[in-house]
């Protein structure tokens, strides 16, 4: 590398050389079998492309001896493609493959102009999108295992989140105070922060840190945080340096113009998510703005495949016993017949082969095209929350008394399922409805449909809502009820009352009502004739995002949050749905 760190890195020849090269850049090593990765790079050396994969910097067999989550991959990234591009056996082709982590180094990769395409998985650039509680419960694990380091500790992967579960049940409380102090090392560091308001100093140095090479974001990051090495749960916890607006992901690319970024990308991208992956905020969000943004190469160029998945593991269960593909995990060797299908268009420039969006529609259990993302076609329908549990397209009328319930931080609602990445809980499309009778939960339900109805685009839960608590958490989720009674998660939303507008935290006023947009990502589902449509609401999602201890920051023990829902004609609540066959008929009841 450009430090003269050395990166450990395998190189498959194929029988004729130069060749089209494929290159992945992975912290889980560079031959690792879970995902079928060491077969799925032979199999595309027999068809002719040199493979190059190489352990990212500071894990594997690369120097140095301890690792820095993410911190370097932008640079590393960057002199891995210009010392490919100029090797004899580069014919002028590169491309690159790979999810999750190994998906978001390719985004570093396609910040250099001799890399040809990229197909990310399950990941984004973390722009376009604001997430205001943390992730929890994979994290926590995640940092004590993957990497080189001292405190590292040799357990499997698929394994360190039943290792650390006690560890993770007991924590996740959430009490920091509004406006974190900044570190003493800091604010010696940079003494401006003393005349700045918060907002303002958390801006700047997020500027500041932008223009700085990697050596010294690693350097800052230790410095803000107190830390040794940066792992994933410190990335995390940089919203408190940097403001909440700034995402986990987004630090990983760090720009200070999303547009700046989207048009520094140099090669089209075939990207690919799941309806259930823990990043479909990032990658759909990530794919908007490269359309709206990018150059017109890579925007127009560029294309998305949306699969009924969660992060690398299966996603829609639901139909499992009449498409059993459903529930098969796919393998980095299921994929190599898509991709070298992708590198063949790209090398003859026909990308009008392929569609520009293929998604899946759950519930119909098909595969549909659209001629871009969000779907022109979709209307906006909004399904607005009644009394005694009704949800209705007719806006209330009538004055009716809102409803309660509490929420215990002792006793939160739990995770079930739903859009998350997990070895210990089964990630997609659960059963809730056995938590839907929990006191804490409210549920919100249609009558049944008399046709189907295609629910396919963005969601946001607009909620009129108050709180005992000076700062609490909404979670909304959207169910697909069947005919006989369960409640299937297709999709969840969650909101910090304190981040309600990101840029300018600020704590709740006990009692106020308040008017909350709660971002509920995107779905493709076919509620078949026969469903019913159903939200809930509740204020945890426990271990997936940690739970809010109520207290706004104030010292003390986590306490209790008597939550208040508004449905009534100056608080009309309401779920914002994207519908493709409306107004035909399919919401008569």
Known sequence: MRDGTRLATDIYLPPEIPGPVVAIRTPFGRDWEAFGQAAAMIALARRGYVMVSQDCRGTGDSEPSSWDYFVYEVEDGYDCIEWISKQSWCNGFIGSFGSSYVGQTQWHMSLHPALSTLIPSMCGLGVGTVDTTHLYMFLNAYAHVVGKGEDKIAVPITEMER??????????????????????????????????????ARQWLWSQYCNMTCAQRAEFIKLALGVKNITSVDFESLSSVFGQQVSHAAITIPHVS????????????????????????????????????????????????????????????????????LLRMSSGLDQVGLMTHWYSAVQKGAYDSWPRVVYYLMGAN????????????????AFYLGSDGSLTTESPQNASPPDRYTYDPYNPTPTIGGSIVSFLYRPGSADVSAIQNRADVLTYTTQYFEHDLDVVGPLRMVLYASSSALDTDFVVRLIDVFPDGRAIQLQSGVL?????????????????????????????????RQHRLRIDIASADFPRYDRNANRGGH????????????????????LSASVLNYPIGALRY
């Not at 990032?282 to 495949?305: C, M, N, P």
């Not at 001629?371 to 022109?376: E, G, R």
């Not at 009352?497 to 971002?519: K, M, W």
């Open 163 to 200: 290792w650390f579960e006690k560890e993770t049940m007991a924590g996740g409380y959430f009490n920091e105070p509004l406006n974190k102090p900044f570190s003493a090392p800091l604010l010696a560091r940079f003494p401006q922060l003393h005349t700045m308001p918060p907002s303002q």
């Open 258 to 325: 999303a547009t700046d970024l989207c048009r520094s990308i140099q090669a089209p991208p075939l990207i690919r998510t799941g309806w259930y992956d823990w990043h479909l905020n990032y990658t759909l969000a990530t794919w908007e703005l490269l359309r709206r943004y990018a150059k017109a190469d890579v925007a127009e160029h560029a294309r998305i495949i949306i699969a009924p998945s969660s992060h690398n593991s299966p996603g829609y269960h639901v139909a499992g016993d009449e498409h059993p593909e």
């Open 366 to 381: 098909e595969w549909r095209i659209a001629s871009d993302w969000p779907i022109p076609q979709a209307k906006q329908v």
């Open 496 to 528: 910090r009352a304190r981040y309600r507008n990101p840029e300018q935290p600020e704590l709740l006023e006990p009692g106020r009502v308040y008017r909350f947009e709660i971002d509920m990502w995107a779905t493709a589902n076919r509620f078949k």
């Open 555 to 574: 010292p003390g023990n986590p306490i209790s949050a008597l939550q208040t829902i508004y449905h009534d004609p100056e608080h009309p609540s309401h």
